[in-house]
Each structure stands twice: as C-alpha cells, then as structure tokens.
T-cell receptor, first 115, second 118 residues
Framework: ETGVTQTPRHLVMGMTNKKSLKCEQH?????MYWYKQSAKKPLELMFV???????ENNSVPSRFSPECPNSSHLFLHLHTLQPEDSALYLC??????????????FGPGTRLTVL | AQKVTQAQTEISVVEKEDVTLDCVYE???????LFWYKQPPSGELVFLIR??????QNEISGRYSWNFQKSTSSFNFTITASQVVDSAVYFC???????????????FGRGTSLIVHP
C-alpha cells in the first residue's frame, strides 16, 4: 500500500449504530487529520494529531471521537449519529517540522450515509 | 488569521478553452505556503502544487500554470486547452510559518467547481 488509505470506502449506518473509520498513512508523516466534507459546504477540519498534541474543532459534536494509537494510524469512532452527519470523511497526513507544515496528502475518503 | 477566498463557485467551459481559477489569500506572516488541490468526482483530493512565499516565479507543468503575485495576494491557476478530464473541484489552501506564530494547519478555500463540456 502506498500513500494514505481509508476503510471502508462506503458506509451506511443507522442512528443507533456504532462504527469506526480507519485511516493509515504509509508516508512516514508525523501528523494526521480528519476532515468532513458535506455537499455544497466547505472542507471542515475536525481533528488533528501532531507534535504529540491533539487539536480539535470545538464545533464537532461529541458523537465523533478520534483515536490515534501511533503516527501511522488514525480512527474516527462514530456513535448515535444524525442524518446531517452524512458526508465524505477525508483523512490526510503531512510532515510537520519546527518551521511549519509540509504538503498534506489525502486518502480517498469514506462516504458515510446515516439513515 | 489566515483566509483563502475562491470567489468563483462554478465555472463552465467548452473543451479546448483556457480557464483561470482565482485564489486570493490573507495572512499576517511573511513566510507562508500556498497549495492547489484537485478533487475529481471520486472524492480524493489530489495535490497539484506547493509554493512558498519567497518564490514568486510562475510555474508551468504541462497544461497547468500558476501565477503567484504577492502584490495582489493572489495565486491563480490556469488550465490551457481544457479537457473533459479536468472537470473537478479545485481547492486553494494556505499554511503559515511556525516560528513566527503561524498555523501549520492549512486553511482551504471553498473550492471552484470546473465543468468542461465536450
């Protein structure tokens, strides 16, 4: 595998389900990101893990819970979602140094539908 | 705070036309980085170019060219002789220099949807 991979590519879930999205990067980067992309809306940064810290967008509901067990793997745990959470969820990685961030590389995304 | 504006929501052209996608940015940093990404219908954002603020040389890569002008805070993207396969959403993004207190996390514009008709 090369680059950034995401599984599953498509997910349909009910509002009472619990599921997890998985992201893996094979680029040796030290930062990983979750973005949400809804139809007709801009890219929304949800979470960042970098430089041993977690950055959160305070507007993200608690029904989304990230986990980053190591620099190569990132999860997004989902529970009791709402239909408005249906969107494309994109994972990205980059290398962050003392001077700044390098290019972000994105995975193919998980298209989530909440019924 | 950093800001990226892509004023063109959607552009529609006929194949072989040239098209320019505009990107205007705001930042207080003197060192920053600008990016363009392409998002085809499949969904993945594909990296196209990264440019740092000290390099104002225009760049050309095949049918793609980029015009960076610090005087107008713009980083415009031109596709020459457009093709149907160029149909996608294009995003411009900006990140800043850490030592001067900027954010390494990129700020994205809202994207421009380009439709190329055969």
């Amino acid at each position: 595998e090369t680059g950034v991979t995401q599984t599953p590519r498509h997910l349909v879930m009910g509002m009472t389900n619990k599921k997890s999205l998985k992201c893996e990067q094979h680029l040796g980067h030290n930062a990983m990101y979750w973005y949400k992309q809804s139809a007709k809306k801009p890219l929304e940064l949800m979470f960042v893990y970098s430089l041993e810290e977690r950055v959160e967008n305070n507007s993200v509901p608690s029904r989304f819970s990230p986990e980053c067990p190591n620099s190569s793997h990132l999860f997004l745990h989902l529970h009791t979602l709402q239909p408005e959470d249906s969107a494309l969820y994109l994972c990205a990685s980059s290398q962050v140094t003392s001077t700044g961030g390098d290019t972000q590389y994105f995975g193919p995304g998980t298209r989530l539908t909440v019924l | 705070a950093q800001k990226v504006t892509q004023a063109q929501t959607e552009i529609s052209v006929v194949e072989k036309e040239d098209v320019t996608l505009d990107c205007v940015y705001e930042t207080r940093d003197t060192t920053y980085y600008l990016f363009w990404y392409k998002q085809p219908p499949s969904g993945e954002l594909v990296f196209l170019i990264r440019r740092n603020s000290f390099d104002e040389q225009n760049e050309i890569s095949g049918r793609y060219s980029w015009n960076f002008q610090k005087s107008t805070s713009s980083f415009n993207f031109t596709i020459t002789a457009s093709q149907v396969v160029d149909s996608a959403v294009y995003f411009c993004a900006l990140s800043e220099d850490l030592p001067s207190g900027g954010s390494y996390i990129p700020t994205f514009g809202r994207g421009t949807s380009l439709i190329v008709h055969p």
